[in-house]
C-alpha cells in the first residue's frame, strides 16, 4: 500500500503546483496568434431542417422542403367619422407540413398600439384597443373567448378549442382536434380596429391616417402566424421596428367605403364597372400605350359620380395570388395617375399613384423612378411576377406590401426593390432583418448607379466597416432583427453593402450579382434560412467561403491589415503583412513601378493594369496557421518599385488606412 500511497501523494502534490503556478498575464491588446474560425454555427433549427431533409447543404430546397400557404377571403369596411375598421375573414389554411399542427397561432399585430404591450423603438401615434377579436370559429366550430386556454398536462389533450393572448400581438388557439399533416382547415374571425392618427408617431407604421381624410392600414387584419421546418410556429412579438415572416397564398379582398373615395391596394381590382367612373375606366384603357403619365382621377374630380361610381359606399373587390400580405388606402380627394413600365421577358404593367393634390410635388418623378426600379431589378434578379404596381400617399413614406409601396418619390426605388425580398423571396425579417433591408441596400447602390448612366461602384465600402467594428451598440447580423435594440438600423441596413463589398473583393462583383440572381431563382416565393443563403453562395461561387460568413455574419470582427515593413532581397521585395483584427482576408498588393527601367516580369498571381502597375493576389487560406504576419514575395526582376498600397480598392475592414501604403 505505501507505494501506491507515495504515488498519489506525488500526483496530488504536481497537481497542487501546477494549480498555484503564477499565470502569465496578457500584457497587450493584439495576441501573437490568432484562431481562424473556417465553419459556420449550425443551430439546433438548422440542425432539425437536415435531419429532416427539408434544407441541406446545397443552399437549395432539400428534397423534402414544405411550406404552410394560406388563402384570405376578407370583407372589410371603413368608417372615417370613428377611423375604425370592422371586418370579417376566412382564412383555409393548406398544412403541407409533416406535423399536425396541436396550436393555431396568430399575429394581431395592431395590438402593438394598445398601451400595455411591449414594444421597441416605435411610438404610436395614439394608443388605442389595438386589434379586437370578436368571434373565432375553426372548422365552422365558434370558441369561446372567455375560457382560459388549457396549461399544463391539460393542454396536451384539451376538453375543448380555446384561444388566449388576444390582447398581445402574438395569439394562440389550443386545438381540441388537431390539423392534421397533408390536410386543410378555416379560421373564420371577426374584428376591429382604429388606425392610429395624430403627430405623435414615432417609426414606420406607427402612424396610419391623416385625420379623417385619408386612411393608410398596415398589419390591419388578423394572420396566421408563419410555421416552418426549422422552429415550428414563429412567435417573436410584433415590436414595431422589425418586419414580417408571413406564409404565401390567395387574396380576396372587400373593402366598403364611403362613395367618392378612391381605394388602392394589393393584387388587381376585380370590379371597375362597380366603383370607376366611364371616363376612369377609358382612361385606364390607354397608360400601356407609352411611357406618359395619364390622369385617371383629376384634383377637380372628388366626390361621388365624380371621383367614383354614384352612391353612398362602394364596395371596392381586389384580388391577388402567390403573396404573403395585403395593403391599401384610401382618401376622399386622392389625385390618381398611372404610367407604365416594361418588364424584360413579360411586357408593360401598369403603376398607379395615388396622393393627396397638395403633395403633388412628392410624386413629380415617382412615376420615372419607380418605372426604372421595375426594370433595372426585373433585368437584375428576375423578371417582377406581380401584375401591377402602386404607390400610396400617407404617413408611412417609407413600407412596402407584395404590389403596393407606402412612398412618395423620395423611397420609391428602395420601396420598389422589396418586391424582390420578401414579397418573392420570402425570407424573415424578424430575425434576419439583413437578407431583407440588407440586400436591398445593396442593390440600390447598383441601381442608383444605372439611373446616372455611370458604372456601379463598391470600393471602399468593406473597408469602412472597420472602423465601426467593436462597437458594444452592434449586434451581430445573426442575432435576432427583432432584439437588436439600438443597433437594428447598422444591424439590418447598413452592413450587409459592406459584407457583400468585400465578398466581391474576393471573388468579384459581377460573380457575386450573378450567384444572387440564380439565388432569387431558385428561392422565388419560398422560404431561405442564412444557411441556405449561405450554402447556396458557395456553391455558386465555387469555394467554401465559411470563413466569411462566420465573421460577418456571426461576429462583429474586422481584419486592420497593415504593411509592417519592405524589404529588397536582390531582385526579390518582401513586403510583410499585418493582420491585427480577428477576422482574415485575402492579400491584395498594388504595386506601382518606376516608369523607366528593365522589363517587369509575370508572376502567376497578378494583374497587370497598365505598363507599370500591378495588382498581386494572394488567397486567405495563408492566414490559416493562426499567424497574424505573411511575408508577400515580390518577384517582378530589377525594375525598381515606387510605391506598394495594400487593400487598394478598400474592400477588407480597417480602422485605419494610413499604414496601408509604402512609398519609396
Known sequence: MRPLFGALLLISSTVFAQQNTPVSQRSTIETSRRSIRQDVPMTNAIRKAFAAGTRDFSGKPG???????????????????????????????????????????????????????????????????????????VAGKEIDLTLPAPVGREAATPAQTTVRDLNRTIATIVLKEPVKAGTKTELEIAWHTKLPGGPNGRGHRMTQRFDDR??????????????????????????????????????????????????????????PEEVLTETARKRLATVLNSNDEITIVGEDEAGPGKATAAGDQLTWHFAADKVNDFAWA?????????????????????????????????????????????????ALWAPYPFPQMTLQDGPSAGMEYPMVINSNQGAADHETAHQWWPMVVGTNETRYGWMDEGFNQYMNILSAADSKGVPYNLDGLGQRYGQMSGDEEEAPMMWSANDAGNGYRFQTYGKTPLMLSMLGGVVGDDAVIKAMKEYTKVWSFKHPSP?????????????????????????????????????????????????????????????????????????SNAKMLDATTAVVTWPVSVWFNGSRTFNAELNFGKRKIRKITLDPNGRFPDNNVKDNVWEK
Open 63 to 137: 428534397p423534402a422542403y414544405w411550406q404552410l400557404e394560406t388563402d384570405f377571403n376578407i370583407q372589410a369596411s371603413l368608417d372615417p367619422a370613428t377611423q375604425t375598421i370592422t371586418g370579417t375573414e376566412k382564412i383555409l389554411v393548406h398544412n403541407n407540413s409533416k406535423d399536425d399542427l396541436k396550436t393555431l397561432v396568430l399575429r394581431l399585430d395592431h395590438n402593438v398600439f394598445r398601451a400595455d404591450v411591449p414594444r421597441g423603438g416605435s411610438t404610436p401615434a395614439e394608443a388605442t384597443e389595438g386589434m379586437v377579436v370578436t368571434a373565432v370559429k
Open 214 to 271: 385619408l386612411f393608410q392600414p398596415t398589419q390591419w387584419f388578423p394572420r396566421l402566424a408563419k410555421y416552418d421546418d426549422m422552429r415550428g410556429w414563429e412567435t417573436s412579438p410584433y415590436l414595431g421596428p422589425a418586419e414580417f415572416f408571413n406564409n404565401f397564398g390567395k387574396f380576396d379582398v372587400r373593402i366598403t367605403v364611403p362613395a367618392g373615395w378612391l381605394v388602392s391596394g394589393t393584387g388587381v381590382l376585380q370590379n
Open 330 to 378: 384610401t382618401a376622399g380627394k386622392f389625385v390618381w395617375k398611372a404610367t407604365r413600365a416594361t418588364i424584360p421577358g413579360k411586357g408593360p404593367i401598369p403603376v398607379h399613384m395615388f396622393y393627396l393634390p397638395e403633395r403633388a410635388k412628392l410624386f413629380e418623378r415617382a412615376g420615372a423612378i419607380t418605372r426604372h426600379a421595375l426594370e433595372y431589378y426585373s
Open 531 to 603: 444557411w441556405d443563403y449561405m450554402f447556396f453562395m458557395n456553391n455558386a461561387l465555387g469555394q467554401n467561403l465559411d470563413w466569411f460568413w462566420y465573421y460577418w455574419l456571426f461576429t462583429t470582427e474586422s481584419v486592420n491589415g497593415s504593411i509592417q515593413q519592405v524589404k529588397a532581397d536582390k531582385d526579390k521585395t518582401i513586403v510583410t503583412i499585418h493582420q491585427a483584427g480577428e477576422m482574415p482576408s485575402p492579400v491584395v498588393l498594388k504595386v506601382e513601378f518606376e516608369t523607366e527601367g528593365p522589363a517587369i516580369k509575370t508572376l
